[in-house]
């Protein structure tokens, strides 16, 4: 299967621990963005890469998620000292912009629980 | 700032009929894709319908159409012959050329047998 990949999918972790998810890109493609989607609601952007440059925050990734993508392949999102209300599924999406498809692939996401 | 709004939260149509689900949005650019996406309960997000705003032509996938109505920034997604398997959350989105996608909040479509 060469769609988009992320792991874990499903993470439960207590207040005040860090985690991080990975995503991997359908291969080639030079855009990855991540997305948070809480129950019920749309998914709101948080940031996006063009190879392993990080072009846009959303002012929603507070000074305690850092997302990376160091070689332009795969990319994580960690979120340290975890509260409740970061409890979502947090999305990854790829495309390529000359691909002749200008949409985003997603991959299934990785749900996260903070007790 | 672009904003994209569906103001249908919850619709439900009958099994084999037609049903229009509405979105506007807002963008003082003239060069965007529009998009629908479809997710099912506790499934993947996977792409309905794309539409280019330089084309004036509706897009149409199969039983998917889409009202695309520049001037009143409207986009509409019609789904004819409904099925089971259009139970969904549909989402409208915005994209502005090589940016972010930006999306409504969505429409919970509910398909009665």
């Known amino acids: 299967d060469t769609g988009v990949s992320q792991d874990p999918r499903h993470k439960i972790t207590k207040r005040g621990q860090n985690v991080t998810f990975r995503c991997d890109p359908i291969s080639e493609h030079n855009r990855l963005y991540w997305y948070r989607q809480t129950l019920g609601q749309g998914p709101e952007f948080l940031t996006y890469f063009q190879n392993e440059a990080q072009l846009e925050k959303s002012r929603l990734l507070s000074n305690r998620f850092s997302a990376e993508r160091p070689k332009g392949s795969f990319s994580t999102l960690e979120i340290q000292r975890t509260e409740q209300g970061d409890s979502a599924m947090y999305l990854c999406?790829?495309?390529?912009?000359?691909?002749?498809?200008?949409?985003?692939?997603f991959g299934p996401g990785t749900r996260l629980t903070v007790l | 700032a672009q904003t994209v709004t569906q103001s249908q939260p919850e619709m439900s149509v009958q099994e084999a009929e037609t049903v229009t689900l509405s979105c506007t949005y807002d963008t003082s650019e003239s060069d965007y894709y529009l998009f629908w996406y479809k997710q099912p309960p506790s499934r993947q997000m996977i792409l309905v319908i794309r539409?280019?705003?330089?084309?004036?032509q509706n897009a149409t996938e199969n039983r998917f159409s889409v009202n695309f109505q520049k001037a009143a920034k409207s986009f509409s997604l019609k789904i004819s012959d409904s099925q089971l398997g259009d139970a969904a959350m549909y989402f409208c989105?915005?994209?502005?050329?090589?940016?972010?996608?930006?999306f409504g909040k969505g429409t919970r479509l509910h398909i009665l047998p």
């Open positions: 539409q280019e705003a330089y084309k004036q």
């Open positions: 989105a915005y994209r502005l050329r090589d940016d972010k996608i930006i």
């Open positions: 999406a790829s495309s390529h912009p000359l691909a002749g498809d200008p949409y985003a692939f």
